[in-house]
């Protein structure tokens, strides 16, 4: 572990039931909560492998499983295929802004009809106004929304973390009666151009789990950096054969 963390305290959990794989449990390991947690200690910690939630950095750590890959876009490698130059050609009339917005009803209208529309038989359903603030904020964190505008209608909010060399793409919810426009697609395009207009190196994208239909659809990014046996491989599509077994 980077020695700039090595002195930090970090709790397991005990056995839960697996959110992404049927019939599998699941241990996550947080950084102790107590820790005055900063953008230095964040920024070291995603180097390996960790995630926000909320007020929380934490890492899948489970017995016998490491489907959970770390994952992300060295966005200088990027180049848009066919199927994303579409969804950018569908959505050239869609405006789309950097803001500091959080205590926003129109943000958290737009999150609470996603959830119900989306997400019913999950644990966030159904939601509350503190609900969304501590499951996507921090107040160490520098988050930014990347928000997306049709005729002047909030139509999605990407939930950014802004750190020194990348960003980190926390969670990003749309309205799901524009289901044609494929705005999580589109969200994902914008924050790699943000990447790149800042100059920045890397785009965070959380877990590729290749067994499960809600976190496969990463490796469509590739070529993506993978991490696995505490470093950081580059795998270009088609090559995710060389992973090691789970």
Not at 27 to 51: A, I, K
Request: proline share 4%; aromatic share 14%.
């Amino acid at each position: 572990m980077n020695e700039k963390v090595i002195d930090k305290q970090f709790f397991l959990t005990p056995a839960h039931p697996c959110s992404y794989l049927e019939k599998r449990s699941a241990n996550t390991l947080f950084l102790d909560p107590h820790d005055v947690h900063s953008p230095d200690t964040y920024e070291n910690l995603t180097t390996l492998g960790f995630r926000r939630s909320g007020e929380h950095l934490y890492r899948p750590h489970c017995t016998g499983c490491s489907a959970c890959i770390p994952a992300r876009i060295p966005v200088a490698a990027f180049s848009a295929n066919r199927r994303f130059q579409r969804v950018v050609k569908k959505n050239l009339d869609v405006h789309t802004r950097v803001e500091n917005r959080r205590d926003d009803f129109e943000i958290y209208n737009l999150y609470e009809k996603y959830i119900a529309l989306r997400h019913q038989d999950g644990d966030m359903y159904p939601t509350n106004i503190e609900q969304f603030r501590s499951f996507l904020f921090a107040n160490w964190s520098e988050t930014k929304l990347i928000t997306s505008y049709l005729e002047g209608r909030l139509i999605a909010v990407a939930v950014t973390d802004f750190q020194s060399n990348a960003l980190s793409a926390i969670y990003t919810f749309f309205d799901p009666e524009l289901q044609t426009r494929s705005l999580g697609v589109h969200s994902i395009l914008k924050q790699i151009d943000y990447c790149k207009s800042l100059k920045l190196q890397y785009l965070y994208l959380g877990y590729w789990i290749r067994d499960s239909a809600k976190m496969d659809y990463k490796i469509d990014y590739a070529p993506l950096e993978l991490y696995q046996q505490s470093s950081w491989k580059l795998y270009r599509k088609g090559e995710t054969h060389l992973l090691s077994p789970r």
